[in-house]
């Protein structure tokens, strides 16, 4: 049972106007924020946090909250009408939504984005609310054997993004993986593939290359087609008037309910964040799906779950944050600090000494499901009118905003290099037939895959026994082996049924 003096001041510090408006002020910021290329959730929050300290809590931590959550959904609305993710986590997301724009359904594909976006947050947050402290244990009784299993995991799941070939798939993952070795050795400090430059010893930085690989090689793709074809990316929607209907909604509910799940669980494990979580839910539904040939070809499943997936994760990272004072992603790392210098300790500290804060921010994530819902139909409305701009000038200024976007997240003019190499490589993919998708995963899972492998290996004097020795890690091995068997049980299968189907036409020709 609440105490009624706490459900006062949770209650109290929602109807606050101030609060109210900080909230609001921050979600419609988060949006724009989001659908600008370049520019990140991350970023936004972490140079809008030092104002807040000097703000009341009850107003400052609502305010990052709204631009977190604004941010996460408005970079589905360029990835889906220009192909070009407003952020990491619409990665996924841009793969069908900017299909379903060149069929002429971008009216449909931002509805869907929105409506999954805000039944997946507001289940999410309903999760965090009821069993925040039971999931954030499970969290914390993870070693590094149990984290370097649940990489192996989402490493396998590469398989489900690569297209139509596996192999492709896993060059690419493993290329990914040799580009996130680049910087300083976690362990010893030393140098790897730096070749002498100060500027990657941190390693190569992740949105410069994002933004190149997704905008930069798209704008090239464009430029090497036919004029007559290019200017499908300014496909216009103004007359795209088919909107989407109920029964459609209604008919991927089982999608968006494992996306949301995958992205709630994922969200509550320290580190993994929603640009995983995106790509985890869009390649477990890809492997589900009757039709998994339409996925990149404007499948609605795709859309929905990825959509699911990586705003599930906004609630979910809060999890470890408020009851342990551990951040579930970096936003919430950037949250930790705002908290402290507010004179508030993120952990039990918080939920013994500021009960009342904690459940009024309850309230705050449940009250910007509502807003996001209108303030995301709003974007639609408005944002939407981004692709209708003809070719000849849209993609300049989204040369310029990639620009403009690469050089603010270290204000580093070696970042403008690694957004040319990763347009470049981009582009070569892409004419080549390799994916993207799996490079990117294996350059987010990379550093956070290698340290817990290392870690475990040092603690078990190299034995691999560590991997099933302890039952979390026993656990997490057997759903390894089952994910790898149910794979390859499904790829035998389409083998076998190319096969028989071959044989029938051979025998009826």
């Known amino acids: 049972m609440i105490d009624l003096s706490i459900l006062q001041q949770g209650l109290a510090m929602l109807a606050s106007p101030w609060t109210f408006l900080a909230l609001s002020g921050g979600l419609a910021g988060g949006v724009l924020i989001g659908a600008l290329p370049g520019l990140t959730a991350t970023m936004a929050v972490a140079v809008l946090a030092p104002f807040t300290f000097f703000m009341d809590a009850t107003i400052g931590i609502p305010f990052l909250l709204g631009i977190y959550k604004g941010a996460i959904y408005g970079g589905s609305i360029p990835a889906i009408l220009i192909n070009t993710p407003g952020t990491a986590a619409a990665a996924a997301t841009a793969r069908d939504g900017y299909a379903l724009t060149c069929q002429g359904k971008s009216r449909k594909a931002l509805e869907l984005s929105l409506y999954s976006s805000v039944v997946a947050d507001l289940i999410a947050t309903l999760v965090l609310i009821a069993v925040a402290i039971p999931l954030a244990k499970v969290a914390m009784k993870f070693g590094s054997p149990e984290f370097t299993l649940l990489y192996l995991i989402a490493l396998t799941m590469i398989a489900t993004v690569s297209g139509n070939s596996f192999l492709k798939g896993l060059i690419a993952a493993g290329l990914g993986l040799l580009v996130a070795c680049i910087g300083l050795d976690p362990m010893s400090g030393y140098q790897r593939f730096t070749f002498g430059s100060t500027d990657l010893l941190a390693g190569v930085s992740l949105i410069p290359l994002l933004i190149g690989m997704f905008a930069l090689s798209e704008i090239l793709m464009q430029l090497g087609r036919p004029r007559a074809t290019s200017g499908s990316a300014g496909t216009s929607v103004t007359q795209d008037c088919e909107r989407l209907r109920w029964a459609e909604f209604w008919a991927l509910r089982p999608t968006i309910l494992r996306a949301t799940s995958l992205g709630t669980f994922l969200g509550s494990l320290p580190g993994l964040g929603a640009e995983i979580a995106c790509w985890i839910a869009y390649g477990v539904e890809r492997g589900r799906s009757k039709e998994p040939e339409r996925f990149g070809e404007g499948s609605t499943e795709g859309l929905a779950a990825a959509e699911a997936g990586n705003n599930a994760v906004v609630p979910a990272a809060l999890i470890p944050m408020t009851v342990f004072g551990i951040p579930g992603d970096t936003v919430t790392a950037v949250l930790i600090g705002a908290l402290m210098a507010q004179g508030m300790m993120p952990g039990p500290l918080l939920v013994q000494q500021n009960p009342g804060f904690l459940f009024g921010l309850f309230l705050v994530l449940l009250a910007t499901n509502v807003l ?138």
């Open 372 to 509: 996001l819902l209108v303030f995301g139909l709003a974007a639609i409305r408005w944002l939407k009118q981004v692709s209708s701009i003809p070719p000849a000038v849209m993609y300049p200024c989204v040369l310029l905003l990639c620009l403009c976007g690469t050089y603010s997240v270290n204000s580093s003019s070696f970042d403008l290099l690694i957004l040319a190499f990763g347009g470049g490589l981009g582009y070569l993919m892409r004419c080549t037939g390799f994916p993207v998708a799996p490079l990117i995963i294996g350059l987010l899972l990379g550093p956070g895959f290698e340290s817990a492998l290392r870690q475990s290996l040092v603690f078990s004097n190299g034995s691999l026994e560590i991997f099933w020795s302890r039952p979390g890690s026993l656990i997490l091995l057997s759903i390894l082996a089952l994910v790898v068997a149910v794979m390859a049980w499904r790829g035998l299968k389409r083998t076998g049924a190319r096969s028989w189907l071959s044989e029938n036409r051979r025998a009826t020709t």
